[in-house]
């Protein structure tokens, strides 16, 4: 008999006043997209991160789950509509991750461009976790003086900004090239980027997809790890693990227990599980 699978999602806006990150489901696939907070651009722009991750996410809906297609077409064809869209200029637009999970009676699929991990629970227990670490590898100088800032008591304040734009600048150094780390964007060859890997679907019990906000439990504050989260994501669902999540951060609002980008990260997960 075919496997059955259950696909529930739930985002939460963190300090913004909206919320960057954008969740996909459709029949047979789901995706996290997780836009790219400017500190560089006019922040009343309309067209930012968040903006970006919605127009991709339409592109996606539209053309997911697409079987007969790789994740990667599917990806660059759909970058490619949106900058063909909106006339994007590669280099000079905002960007997202993109993090996508496909499932079909023989196989799961998933695809991780940019920090947005998917953890991929075995019917044997055992959890592998598809991570790209390339942007965490740029700009080491940069995050280690926001991370002091913050570790000084100082928190997120002006000075806190000024010093994530000289971040973003460094990034921008190794954006989208070889030798440093590939996001969506404008570009749709980024996509040959990403990391892809493939399960047969009986060897597969559960599949979690997360942006960075919500993955930080596990990567940045070291609350559980990942087979304990894919538990607890299933025991209670996502959405309330999101509100726990963000309920922990709170304790630490100053961001000295926990270097982060902001105080609260916008955060969203995507849990595909097997049900026969």
């Not at 059955?4 to 919320?19: E, H, I, K, M, Q």
């Not at 990150?21 to 930012?48: N, Y």
């Not at 070889?178 to 990391?195: C, N, Y």
Request: glycine content about 10%.
């Amino acid at each position: 008999m075919d496997a059955r699978w259950l696909c529930c999602a739930a985002t939460l806006r963190g300090d913004r006043a909206s919320n960057q990150d954008h969740v996909v489901l459709v029949d047979g696939a789901a995706a996290v997209l997780d836009g790219a907070t400017s500190w560089l651009r006019d922040p009343d722009d309309p067209r930012d991160g968040g903006w970006y991750s919605r127009v991709l996410g339409s592109a996606l809906t539209a053309r997911l789950p697409a079987a007969g297609a790789s994740l990667t077409e599917v990806l660059a064809d759909a970058i490619a509509a949106v900058r063909d869209a909106h006339a994007l200029t590669p280099g000079d637009s905002p960007y997202s991750t993109a993090s996508i999970v496909r499932w079909s009676a023989g196989t799961v699929d998933v695809l991780v461009l940019g920090d947005s991990p998917v953890a991929v629970q075995l019917a044997t227990g055992a959890v592998e976790v598809v991570a790209d670490p390339r942007l965490s590898t740029t700009a080491a100088a940069e995050r280690t003086a926001y991370r002091h800032h913050l570790a000084g008591g100082a928190g997120f304040d002006d000075r806190f900004g000024q010093l994530m734009a000289a971040v973003q600048r460094a990034e921008r150094a190794a954006f989208n090239r070889d030798g440093g780390f590939w996001v969506a964007e404008a570009e749709p060859a980024a996509a040959d980027h990403a990391i892809t890997r493939s399960w047969p679907a009986e060897h597969v019990h559960a599949v979690a997809v997360l942006s960075d906000g919500a993955s930080a439990a596990v990567t940045d504050y070291d609350l559980v790890g990942w087979p304990g989260l894919i538990g607890e994501l299933t025991a209670t669902g996502p959405a309330d693990w999101l509100g726990r999540l963000h309920g922990i951060e709170a304790t630490d609002p100053a961001g000295q227990r926990w270097a982060r980008t902001k105080r609260h990260d916008d955060k969203s997960v995507a849990l595909l599980t097997r049900l026969a």
